[in-house]
């Protein structure tokens, strides 16, 4: 474009065109406004970045914390709304709003239900079909209402799966929780790993939809939004300090997950490109053998470098880790846990 002119002829799909506005947000990592920043001045586009505040377990259980929490984030949306209507001289349709706000809840509602599903034996959904379906939720666009009745059409299949015990391994052996992001070049390492009866019956906490809770009786869609994003970070704390956890996103869900989802090891993804995605790995590994007695194989990679990640190498510290499993099935047998 700035030898030209103007977006090249050849450009696939008639290029990009100079965006509006860049989104970002301050979340949990520092890319998502940083890198904002960097196409801001490149593409010449304003930058506006959507904060959330970053409680610990301690602090965000006390006395008004959360409503100070949500507050800040309604004040926030409510400025980020009038910066839009100046930007593009247009009102917002707070009606519209509403009724796309109540879908992407609903929506979030029945992915959390399938992946309830998910605690059967045998596991009717495996990881691969978990990390091809959860973008939708993740990035609704387009009609909101045919994707909500996609995510219906899967619960249903996965219900019917329950209950007629249709496994998504064959032979399912291990059960195994996965963290963090997977090496999106080689989801066929999946395949693999289930043809030796490993089947990954939940996963990373971040991708996971929130624990539903009532929002039925908040009448501003702003502070329903707020509500419904905060309860996606900190809807574990509560159960983490009563276990004495103080990692309330992140490291604690695994430990429900470990108990709930019944699981006999973890499979943990070090990223070099991504700190948050990995900095709480080591932790999780250690809370896992500690509290639950669940072991943990480490398999470093990235979701971006395939030449980090090395699969055969992987399959091979797999086999010598399934005696690891074996052995703390005893070893949680003889405690009393539940598996």
């Avoid at 693999?192 to 990373?204: P, Y």
Wanted: glycine share 6%.
């Amino acid at each position: 474009m700035k030898d030209l002119g103007e977006i090249p002829p050849e450009a696939p799909m008639g290029g990009m065109p100079k965006p509006v506005l860049l989104m970002s947000a301050g979340s949990l990592c520092d890319a998502r406004y940083k890198w904002f920043q960097a196409l801001g001045r490149y593409l010449d586009a304003p930058v506006w970045v959507l904060e959330l505040p970053h409680l610990g377990v301690k602090e965000g259980l006390m006395e008004g914390a959360y409503d100070q929490a949500i507050r800040f984030m309604v004040e926030e949306l409510r400025e980020f709304v009038g910066f839009l209507e100046k930007l593009l001289g247009k009102k917002m349709d707070w009606d519209k709003l509403e009724d796309i706000s109540n879908d992407i809840i609903d929506m979030n509602r029945i992915w959390y239900e399938t992946n309830e599903l998910r605690k059967a034996r045998p596991c009717p959904m495996h990881s691969r079909d978990f990390w091809t379906c959860m973008t939708g939720c993740l990035y609704p666009a387009g009609d909101l209402k045919a994707l909500k009745k996609m995510y219906q059409d899967l619960y249903d299949e996965v219900k019917y799966r329950v209950e007629n015990k249709i496994a998504a391994c064959p032979n399912e052996k291990y059960r195994l929780v996965f963290a963090e992001l997977p090496p999106w070049h080689s989801l066929k390492f999946f395949d693999r790993l289930a043809e030796r009866g490993w089947s990954f019956v939940v996963e990373s906490w971040a991708y996971h939809p929130p624990k539903p809770i009532d929002l039925s009786q908040v009448k501003d869609p702003l502070e329903r939004i707020a509500k419904f994003t905060y309860q996606w970070f900190a809807g574990y704390f509560e159960e983490s300090e009563k276990q004495g956890e103080q990692m309330g996103y992140f490291g604690y869900p695994y430990l429900e997950y470990a108990r709930d989802w019944q699981c006999d090891g973890a499979l943990l993804h070090p990223l070099l490109s991504c700190r948050t995605a990995t900095n709480h790995l080591m932790y999780v590994q250690d809370r896992l053998i500690q509290k639950s007695n669940v072991p943990s194989l480490v398999a470093s990679g990235d979701i971006v470098d395939l030449t980090l990640f090395d699969p055969e190498d992987t399959l091979r510290r797999a086999e010598a880790f399934e005696e690891t499993m074996d052995h703390y099935k005893e070893v949680r047998k003889k405690e009393g846990l539940g598996w």
